[in-house]
């Protein structure tokens, strides 16, 4: 859920996104800054501002704060694959600067952070067009299922400084999920302003987000920024915790690559 509410577009300043045949080491360190909704389905925002750090080697592993510590793996093909451990931060029932949640989901309790294995698999297709499914299992807490997503990124404008790409996804959950972050059990009722609400697992929402990168002072500097939209869908978007099905988002970062 971290990776889909404050920081739903820093992926795009993850690694992942670069091809291993240059066999080098690279560094990233970034200066974020940006609005978010304060959880999935808020009709509040809360400012962003992070450092962000990070890396990839040539021999495929790769640390970053989005996609976590992992190892990737690119084929002459234009396949590619990759598994990571990660960390979601869960969703608090407060105001708090450093978790997504509201004061709105008083009684609702704290959604505990979890240990995540993803798992990644995708294509180079169309040019330098990229589609990818990957799955998110808890490790620890696996008592809020499993989720995962399907993402699209197609660049619309490329030239020697500038790259401007539009990336589409639509996200789904089993049950256990859907309860998790969108459900109200009778406990959670007693304890809050909410009605008891049983979700089904399935698609539950889909973003659309348009990205821009531009080369600044020299070849190791740039900036990223990225503006988007996500909907709720179906038993989700239905939610009495859902105060907006449409939520907007918006960052902008500094990076220096070495």
């Not at 598994?83 to 004061?103: E, I, K, M, Q």
């Amino acid at each position: 859920m971290r990776k889909r509410l404050s920081h739903l577009c820093l992926s795009t300043l993850g690694l992942t996104g670069v091809s291993l045949a240059h066999a080098e080491n690279i560094y990233m360190f970034s200066l974020v800054t940006g609005i978010a909704p304060r959880y999935e389905g808020s009709r509040d925002y809360r400012p962003v501002v992070a450092p962000v750090i990070a890396a990839q080697f040539d021999n495929g592993f790769f640390l970053s704060p989005m996609e976590g510590a992992g190892y990737k793996k690119e084929f002459a093909n234009g396949l590619f694959v990759s598994t990571a451990l990660d960390y979601d931060f869960g969703r608090s029932d407060s105001n708090r600067a450093d978790l997504p949640g509201s004061n709105y989901l008083k009684g609702m309790g704290r959604i505990p952070g979890s240990l995540m294995l993803s798992v990644q698999a995708g294509a180079h297709v169309f040019g330098t067009s990229t589609i990818s499914m990957t799955l998110d299992q808890p490790l620890t807490h696996t008592g809020r299922g499993l989720s995962g997503h399907v993402a699209m990124t197609v660049p619309v404008l490329q030239t020697p400084t500038n790259q401007v790409d539009i990336t589409g996804s639509i996200h789904a959950g089993t049950g256990r999920y859907a309860q998790t972050f969108f459900g109200v059990t009778d406990a959670q009722a007693a304890n809050s302003n909410f009605r008891p609400y049983s979700v089904k697992g399935g698609i539950d929402s889909a973003k659309v987000s348009v990205g821009w990168t531009a080369t600044v002072f020299s070849p190791r500097w740039s900036v990223h920024t990225e503006a988007g939209a996500s909907r709720l869908i179906g038993n989700s978007g239905d939610s009495p915790i859902v105060q907006k099905k449409v939520n907007y988002f918006a960052i902008s970062a500094l990076t220096y690559r070495y």
